[in-house]
């Protein structure tokens, strides 16, 4: 099944390297978040991490975390910024997703939930962003990713909706998306 969605994943050097995902879904203006549960705390929702594997590249070493631990695939997308802990220094990209997988290898053990972000700007938005960073992991990394696609929201939202309107015209349209 395609799910035209957007992900915006976190991608870190080797030395000490993480990489993470957030998915995020736009329609008709509204952003959703798809986050996985930690597998030992299933009530904290938290970013899909692991390290960078020696053969890969930051970008599919996110593609190949984004499958396991959210259980979704797609095309990596522009670089939205930076966040660093006291491990690793990350530098997040969005990718669009075309896939949301019924079933995935950390499927398990983690619970995949969409949180409503809102219209960005409209009422009640803000509301929709606060429930959704409550059941964040307090990690400030976490927290540091979740800011930079807060201050991105309303232009992540554009880009969702161009890439999602695209994919509903057809195949033929997608692919322009994708060389545009």
């Known amino acids: 099944m395609q799910v035209p969605a957007s992900c915006v994943p976190r991608v870190a050097a080797r030395s000490g390297a993480t990489q993470g995902t957030l998915a995020a879904r736009a329609q008709a203006?509204?952003?959703?978040?798809?986050?996985?549960s930690h597998p030992r705390h299933p009530d904290v929702f938290t970013f899909p991490a692991g390290s960078i594997e020696r053969t890969e590249s930051p970008a599919v070493a996110a593609s190949r975390e984004t499958l396991e631990e959210a259980g979704v695939t797609g095309r990596l997308g522009r670089r939205l910024g930076e966040v660093a802990d006291g491990k690793a220094h990350t530098t997040m990209y969005v990718l669009h997703v075309e896939e949301e997988h019924a079933q995935w290898q950390e499927g398990h053990e983690r619970e995949r939930q969409w949180f409503d972000l809102g219209v960005p700007g409209r009422p009640g938005s803000e509301q929709a962003v606060q429930r959704a960073l409550d059941t964040l992991s307090a990690k400030s990394s976490t927290r540091g990713i979740f800011e930079q696609l807060q201050a991105q929201l309303v232009e992540l939202a554009q880009e969702c909706e161009h890439f999602e309107q695209k994919w509903a015209a057809g195949p033929k349209a997608?692919?322009?998306?994708?060389?545009s």
């Open 174 to 179: 997608g692919a322009r998306a994708a060389r």
């Open 29 to 36: 203006g509204t952003v959703r978040t798809a986050q996985p």
